[in-house]
Each structure stands twice: as structure tokens, then as C-alpha cells.
DNA sequence: TTATTCGGAAATTAAAAACA
DNA sequence: GTTTTTAATTTCCGAATAAT
């Protein structure tokens, strides 16, 4: 913060990154391929432009790209609940406790998580391939808010449910590939990613049987009803399909997803509130008619 | 020898938590 | 409200490696 300006230069800005799309992969072909940033080195000149280094290279030299925002996102309670979690499980081992909820609610066995049955890696990638694969068809959820839940899942049972019902959505209606390398268990790796993505839901639906989620809805439970929707979908259980679609329009009505004035104090998540619930609106009118 | 690459330390920044 | 803490991104140092 305090850069001593009269024995260190203070840090400028580098000539541009590859992308101004935040969560892009670099791409060879950018015209800051060769920029100060991509390779590593400092940009020289007063912020002059072109840079010394683009001249000497003989390379364009812009600074277009979109900085990211620093600093945390979400709960920054992570690490504290992580500790918890560990000595949680240590105690477990031992014996010493009855399984809890994350919520700190005593969970019978029936309601228990399973374990190792979606490792921390195989989330991000699911979450990957919904926000480059699935998102531009149905733009019902922001990314960050989806990281957020996922960095949350450890302590909230909702977060949790809606992030494995996401992963069994991705797996059983876009077939993902999933990485060997991924799975906590070997044995895993033999299934088909439609297997996989079944379980998951089974998972999914059963730790959140567990909950009185049914009394407090909100939009991560409407996105969870939603997801197992398209999975049943998916599996070819239409009748199952169509029960929770109409649970997840219940709920939003509930929540009263329907004015927007009730959320328009979260811009972040504003338009993807507006069109899960005019999807599930459309959709409910098409299963009304459908089956009339 | 000089040029280039890239691991990672340090600097920077902003959000969350703690405090008054 | 302000301050402190924490966690994220960005810059670019300097060792390793490649090219000449």
C-alpha cells in the first residue's frame, strides 16, 4: 500500500493480459499474446505506449483488458469452517460424535452426506462446463453466485444440494466427460458420467429430504427443484420431472419471484432471478396444457 | 554470450469481520 | 461509523532454460 516513491517505482499497470472476459482461458492468438503481463517481465516506459518491450519486439501494444476484482468473495469464514469440519471428521473416526449437519442440526444416517462422492475438482469442472455449455441456453444463475454456494456447501446443506443437483444436471444432460483423475474413488471411474450424474441427484435429493427446506424457500432451493426437474428430465421420469418443476414454481412464487421489486436490491443476480422465473412460468404453462 | 520463459514472492486491492 | 484481517489478483524479480 505504502510504496516508498523516493527508492522503488511504484507499480504500474502492464501491458494488456489476453482477454477482458474474466474467466476465459488465455488464448494463443490474442493480440496480447506477447504483452508485458503474458510474459512476466516489467513494463517499461512511463506509461507510455507503445511499451519499450512491444517496441523492441516489434509487437502492438494495447491495454484494453478489464482488471478482475481482488479481494475475497463469499464467506471468508472458509478456512475457519474448514478446521471445524477436520476436527469434526477426526472425532468422527474416533467415534466420539453422532453425525451432524452443516447447519448444526443432528442428522440421522438417512440424511447423512455421503463422502468423497464429489471432490472439490470435479465441482469446478462441472461448474465449467454449465457456464461455457448449459448458461448461454438458461441464464438462471450469476457464476459468482455459484461460486459462492460452492465455497459454501461445506457448512449449508442448501448450498450443498443445489450445488450437487447442478453437477448431476450437467452430467446427465450433456453426458459431460468426467476426468479420471477427479475421483476420490476408483471404483467411480468404471461408471458412465449418466451414472454418475444419477447418484448425485440421489444424493442430492436425499440429504435435502433431511431439511425443512419446504418452509423457508429461496433461491437457492428454487434453482435445486429446478435442477432436479431438468435431471429427471434427463433420466426419462417425466411424471418425477413435472412434481418438482412445479415445486421449484411454488416456491418462487412463494419467495415472490413474480415482483421484482422483492429482489431488485441484488443487482448480481437480478436478470438470472427474472428469467428462472418466467422459464418456470412458461414451462408451467406448458405442463398445464400438455396435460389437460 | 544474450534472450526468453515462467515459478512464485511481493505488492496491491477490496470484501468480510471486528471493533468503537 | 472506522479499522483490521483476510483472501483475492497483478506485477515483475530472478533462476532456469533456450537460442545465437
Known sequence: MSSNSTTTAPVKRACDRYETCSTSHPHPTDSGDHSCHRRKVKCIGEGTNPCKNCVSAG????????????????SRAKVLSELRENQRSAQLAAGFLPDMGFDGRALSSTFARAQGLLPAGLVDSCLDFFFTNVYLSTPVLHRQK??????????????????????????????????????????????????????????SVRVRNGTDFRESPTHTTVLTSWFYCG??????????????????????????????????????????KRVLYWLLFMAERFATRGHS
Request: charged share 20%; aromatic share 6%; glycine share 4%.
Open 59 to 74: 509487437l502492438a501494444c494495447t491495454y484494453n483488458a478489464i482488471p478482475q476484482k481482488k479481494g475475497p468473495k463469499g
Open 146 to 203: 455459484a461460486q459462492e454456494a460452492a465455497v459454501n456447501m461445506e457448512r449449508s446443506t442448501e448450498a450443498y444440494c443445489m450445488i450437487v443437483a447442478l453437477c448431476a444436471y450437467v452430467m446427465i444432460q450433456t453426458n459431460m466427460k468426467v476426468p479420471t483423475q477427479m475421483l476420490s474413488r476408483p471404483e467411480i471411474a468404471q461408471v458412465s458420467s449418466m451414472t454418475l450424474g444419477h447418484a448425485l441427484l440421489e444424493e
Open 231 to 272: 435431471c429427471y428430465f434427463g433420466l426419462a421420469r417425466e411424471n418425477t420431472a413435472w412434481v418438482y418443476l412445479r415445486e421449484a414454481a411454488t416456491q418462487a412464487q412463494l419467495l415472490g419471484m413474480h415482483d421484482e421489486e422483492t429482489y431488485k436490491h441484488d443487482p448480481l443476480d437480478i436478470s438470472r
